[in-house]
């Protein structure tokens, strides 16, 4: 009887560690994604209140807001999405578990993205009417998945 | 034994019909909706402003394909799964065979032709509030949709909660015909009003409801848990918002945050209807939301 209940307690401690361990990874996972995210966002500030005129356009500035923005696109996004950290499976995320299911769905709205920011980056520098008119359809971009992939607040 | 029985079935009856009394449909006024003159025109801005697509299209419908109401899309709650119907132009799958009043009823009382109440994932506790004369131009209006033969799922809800005649006393407990902000309050906040509380119905997500989904006033758009379990409706009210009036209306234009940020989930499909909305009542529902009570 005491064996088997230092099996059992083995088990149930492995088990814990393990599930520690993989909770652990994810948080590092989304930890990375929504750092990502955040960055991509901070550009895009930039490049928003220009176009907003809330500050002044400086075609330096935009510049370089764009270029990081396409740079945070190209990041390898491999390791960011682990099967399992989806919204209500673990804590601090709004991803939408339907991610998982539609992954080429993802992918090819992330492509999009990628070539708003691209077709961005090349006329940012250029002027303020450039950037007004290459900015909306990378918020659109953003949009789009958000609505189909992005949960309501935690 | 037998003493009892009379007496017994006589508190039987008259518990019945109290019952009855309390529970049963109540109709929108039929003659004063006769007597409007509607502009399928003006219809449109109630239908973006009303987001009548944001349930009634199709999943994940974009564009021209959100006009098409064909219905299909699920609501996850504590009481069951609830299934937006058709109700596309289509005489058979839609309400293409209903009259105008008929249609307009079942909007503002919550109570289809056949006389049974609708469930209140509908949000015509709302929409009671609107203008005959919006109910009118919005009924004209979904007439001109086009029809989808696409026919409306039932419903997959459990007892008790699919006892249809309840939802007359639930009308009867949580239906309210007064406004939440009051007093002397100017044409801007007074359209802003009307567009947050009736039309747009924001409350319905934003205000936490009680046991029986009724919706708590006192925490009016204080925010609450999404029906899904999965997240949160956010408290937006200035206590928690903290945003400006120009804040208030970029998010509702373009869906950025003030942080750069997009929104998320069902808000996304929110916005693209208030986006369509004149800029004025942007600018209206933006006033509302910074003067209405702040819930800490």
Redesign the interface.
């Given at each position: 009887m005491r064996r088997f209940k230092t099996i059992i307690a083995g088990v149930a401690t492995t088990a814990l560690l393990a599930g520690a361990a993989i909770s652990a990874s994810h948080s590092d996972a989304i930890k990375a994604r929504q750092d990502n995210m955040k960055a991509r966002?901070?550009n895009?500030?930039i490049l928003?209140r220009m176009a907003?005129g809330q500050i002044d356009y400086d075609s330096v500035k935009a510049g370089e807001a764009a270029a990081a923005l396409v740079a945070l696109l190209s990041v390898d996004q491999s390791t960011f999405w682990p099967v399992g950290s989806a919204?209500?499976m673990v804590e601090g995320t709004?991803a939408?578990a339907e991610i998982w299911d539609n992954f080429a769905d993802v992918g090819a709205m992330a492509g999009d993205l990628a070539a708003a920011a691209d077709a961005l980056s090349e006329v940012a520098a250029i002027d303020l009417a450039s950037l007004q008119g290459a900015i909306?359809a990378v918020?659109g971009a953003?949009?789009v998945c958000?609505?189909?992939y992005?949960?309501?607040?935690? | 034994m037998k003493r009892l029985f009379w007496p017994f079935l006589v508190v039987l009856l008259i518990g019945l019909v109290v019952y009855g009394l309390l529970t049963r449909p109540t109709f929108l006024d039929r003659t004063g909706f006769a007597a409007q003159v509607a502009d399928a025109t003006k219809g449109k801005s109630v239908f973006d402003a009303a987001g009548c697509a944001s349930c009634h299209a199709a999943p994940m419908a974009t564009g021209e394909a959100r006009l098409i109401l064909s219905g299909g899309r699920r609501f996850i709650s504590p009481f069951g799964t609830f299934i937006a119907p058709n109700i596309s132009s289509d005489a058979v799958a839609g309400i293409g065979g209903w009259s105008d009043y008929e249609i307009a009823n079942a909007i503002t009382n919550g109570v289809s032709p056949q006389k049974r109440h609708y469930f209140p994932a509908f949000p015509y506790d709302t929409y009671a509030k609107m203008t005959m004369a919006d109910l009118a131009d919005l009924v004209a209006y979904l007439r001109q949709l086009p029809a989808s033969d696409l026919a409306s799922a039932p419903h997959d809800v459990s007892f008790p909660f699919n006892i249809r005649r309840n939802l007359g006393g639930w009308k009867l407990l949580f239906g309210r015909d007064d406004w939440v902000m009051t007093g002397d309050i100017g044409p801007e906040l007074t359209r802003g009003r009307y567009l947050v509380e009736a039309l747009a119905h924001c409350a319905a997500c934003h205000t936490p409801r009680n046991a029986l989904g009724g919706m708590q006033r006192d925490k009016w758009l204080g925010g609450g848990p999404h029906p899904s379990g999965k997240g949160r409706f956010p408290n937006i009210t200035p206590a928690a918002l903290g945003w400006s009036k120009a804040d208030i209306m970029e998010y509702l234009t373009s869906g950025f945050t003030p942080e750069f940020d997009t929104a998320g989930g069902e808000m996304v499909e929110v916005i693209e209807n208030m986006a369509l909305l004149d800029v004025t009542d942007r600018e209206a529902i933006a006033a509302y939301l910074l003067a209405v009570k702040s819930v800490e």
């Open positions: 966002g901070a895009l500030g928003g907003q919204q209500g709004r939408k909306g918020g953003c949009g958000h609505k189909a992005r949960g309501p607040k935690n | -």
